[in-house]
């Protein structure tokens, strides 16, 4: 009696095959400006309305230019000269809202250009000149105190990234489908996410239970990284 052995039994089971990185496609994402909205971020329109009415916020500038918050919801003046640049940028911004839809990017490339410099404005600025040298030192501080009202509104409650006992899978649930889809395109391609202001949002995503199948880099650095380090 002869005894065969059966080298090989076809039982249906195929094993994948990983497709090695410099083989993929590439699946590319440009992440717009409401990305960030089911988190608490601002969308533009509410940014715009912050820094239009920016006067009625309980909001200074100390003797070194910092932006400072009361603590007693009370808005309250220092009479530092960069209070004074606040109190001529709330008034250049309803000036220039006379004759343009405001928008707090367009706005701040008329302060950096000759706009700022029309007649009318120079004019708007004469009760706030008495801690500058001229106009063009009040605008320069200006411009620096415009930047701290936007980059304020913005880290304001830090709605972007992970506090103390946080749990970014519970902070984070509205982007737990489109997490996981990007997991499963991981899979085959090499996703690519462009994004306008989400860097934050985007690098704290990792940081849920979602994403299983590969990491994630942030284009900076090769160190353990699975697509540049294969």
């Known amino acids: 009696m002869i005894k065969q052995r059966i080298k090989y039994i076809d039982l249906g089971y195929t094993e994948s095959v990983k497709i090695p990185y410099g083989e993929r496609k590439h699946v590319a994402f440009l992440v717009g400006s409401g990305f960030s909205v089911p988190c608490g971020m601002p969308t533009g329109r509410q940014l715009n309305g912050y820094v239009f009415n920016i006067e009625n916020s309980p909001i200074t500038f100390d003797y070194a230019g910092k932006l400072a918050v009361s603590r007693d919801g009370i808005k309250h003046t220092i009479g530092s000269p960069f ?9 250049a911004m309803k000036e220039y809202g006379k004759s343009n839809e405001f928008d707090y990017e367009q706005f701040y490339d008329f302060i950096s250009g000759n706009g700022i410099y029309e007649v009318q404005y120079q004019n708007l600025a004469k009760p706030y000149l008495l801690m500058f040298s001229d106009y063009y030192q009040l605008v320069f ?11 304020y509104k913005l880290k304001e409650g830090r709605k972007t990234e992970i506090k103390d006992n946080e749990f970014a899978s519970e902070k984070f649930w509205k982007y737990e489908s489109f997490v996981k889809y990007l997991d499963k395109l991981s899979i ?42 294969e």
């Open 83 to 91: 209070d004074y640049c606040l109190s001529f940028c709330s008034e």
């Open 141 to 151: 501080n200006m411009k620096t105190v415009y930047n701290q009202l936007i980059e």
């Open 188 to 229: 085959n391609y090499i996703v690519d996410i462009f994004s306008l202001n989400h860097d934050l949002l985007i690098e704290n995503l990792p940081r849920t239970s979602w994403l299983q199948h590969e990491g994630i880099s942030d284009g900076f650095h090769s160190y353990r990284s699975p697509y540049y380090g």
